[in-house]
């Protein structure tokens, strides 16, 4: 479903079968209710034909699978002339960058004035027409609950430890369910004034 070099998801499209796409193309993520393990997600994206389509995406696939930690291909290593996993080589990426204190994902909690490390399963909507071509991104806290829009590069959403060095804050605490809509979330986003906030997490 993850594909770790592309960093995209395949995903079924009514028109053309099956789609390439990316993290910042998700419109929305609803937690199911149901067994947490693994838990489920119901997710819209924006599809290369032009409508948006649901799917249901597993935890796994939404916080470890871009990671590359699972990834089955191989490469040959040019150091040594074998065929070696390509999920060592990321599992190991991963692993150098989190001890070094650099989180996959991460966003800036309004409430607590604060960066925060966050999973894409914190993302609650995005809306790819944000102010100057950005992503707006609301995101659940994990530590306080509340919601935080945060405005960032396409490559902060899609590429794992890609982490922008200024992002915008939306000045203002929103309800779970503030951005019921997309349409909404969007119009927030260009009516709603934003802080540039440094990302530097401790």
């Known amino acids: 479903m993850y594909d770790a070099l592309t960093a995209s998801y395949r995903l079924s499209c009514p028109r053309h079968g099956e789609t390439s796409v990316r993290l910042s193309r998700f419109r929305s993520l609803d937690e199911l209710p149901g067994p947490h393990h693994p838990t489920v997600y119901r997710i819209v994206f924006a599809c290369g034909c032009g409508d948006d389509h649901p799917a249901l995406v597993a935890h796994d696939d939404l916080d470890i699978a871009p990671l590359g930690l699972d990834e089955e291909r191989t490469f040959v290593n040019l150091m040594t002339s074998h065929s070696d996993p390509l999920s060592a080589e990321l599992t190991d990426i991963a692993a150098q960058k989190i001890r070094a204190g ?77 951005a019921a809509t997309i349409d909404t979330f969007t119009a927030e986003l260009y009516s709603a004034s934003f802080d540039a906030r440094r990302l530097t997490l401790n």
């Open 102 to 178: 650099e989180w996959p994902w991460s966003f800036f909690c309004w409430p607590e004035n604060k960066p925060r490390p966050v999973y894409p399963s914190s993302f609650r909507l995005l809306s790819e027409n944000g102010p100057g071509g950005r992503v707006g991104v609301a995101v659940r806290c994990p530590a306080c609950a509340r919601v935080s829009v945060n405005l960032v590069t396409h490559e902060h959403v899609d590429v794992p430890f890609y982490n922008d060095r200024e992002i915008g804050v939306v000045r203002h605490v929103f309800g779970a369910d503030a």
